[in-house]
């Protein structure tokens, strides 16, 4: 009796051995694809409220609203001049309303089933669900930014864009990571024709005009 006891215990044992052994070997090579997978998804899901909350506050924007141009005489460009005021409300609240959506999405959250960090096609709606938790990290930051770009004979292309910057931390369980998202959103664009003004006030990071400066592009 003694000895079947003995025999099954270590049946146990063996099987205990053999079963934590295959969740550890599973840990190792499913803990970098949940990462993996759950990063891109909240880049994804980022983004996308980065590029709705920006369109939200442009959609009736046009390039003379953001940038008052001023010619001389034979009506050449002399300065180029952004409007600050409306800059700083765009940026404010552009930050507000991505601010309130990354808290609904740390409030909600999102699942992965566990097929999906497998890689396999056939698999990747199956199995059980892995609850991801998203916490925004720190600020975000909004800045206006522009360049210049050549556009065909004697003409160029200004861009205006704002840079939308913010850090997240994904939660899974016993798993932290975080990442980054910064997304550059076109807002609008106008052809100079004629040589770029080599004063203009040109944006910070802070919306706000710099004293004139020489234009980069006329030391190319």
């Known amino acids: 009796m003694r000895r079947k006891n003995r025999k099954k215990f270590v049946y146990l044992f063996i099987t205990f051995i053999i079963l934590g052994s295959f969740l550890i070997f599973l840990d190792l090579i499913l803990r970098p694809a949940i990462i993996k997978v759950a990063e891109?998804?909240?880049?994804?899901?980022?983004?996308?409220?980065?590029?709705?909350?920006?369109?939200?506050?442009?959609?009736?924007?046009?390039?003379?609203?953001?940038?008052?141009?001023?010619?001389?005489?034979?009506?050449?460009?002399?300065?180029?001049?952004?409007?600050?005021?409306?800059?700083?409300?765009i940026s404010t609240q552009t930050t507000l309303d991505v601010e309130k959506e990354l808290e609904k999405?740390?409030?909600?959250?999102?699942?992965?089933?566990?097929?999906?960090?497998t890689g396999s096609t056939l698999f990747s709606n199956t199995g059980p669900p892995i609850r991801i938790g998203i916490i925004p990290v720190g600020m975000i930051d909004v800045t206006m930014e522009d360049e210049f770009v050549e556009a065909g004979i004697n003409q160029t292309k200004h861009r205006i864009y704002l840079n939308v910057n913010t850090n997240l931390q994904i939660v899974v369980p016993f798993l932290r990571s975080d990442v980054n998202v910064s997304v550059d959103v076109p807002i609008t664009e106008s052809i100079i024709v004629g040589p770029v003004p080599e004063w203009y006030m040109k944006f910070n990071s802070q919306g706000e005009m710099t004293v004139p400066g020489?234009?980069?592009?006329?030391g190319e």
């Open 105 to 117: 999405m740390e409030t909600q959250g999102f699942t992965l089933p566990l097929g999906l960090v």
């Open 40 to 89: 891109s998804k909240t880049q994804l899901m980022a983004t996308k409220i980065i590029n709705e909350a920006v369109q939200k506050n442009v959609s009736m924007i046009n390039y003379q609203d953001l940038m008052g141009i001023h010619k001389d005489n034979d009506n050449r460009i002399v300065l180029m001049m952004p409007d600050t005021v409306l800059i700083n409300r």
């Open 214 to 218: 020489i234009n980069p592009r006329m």
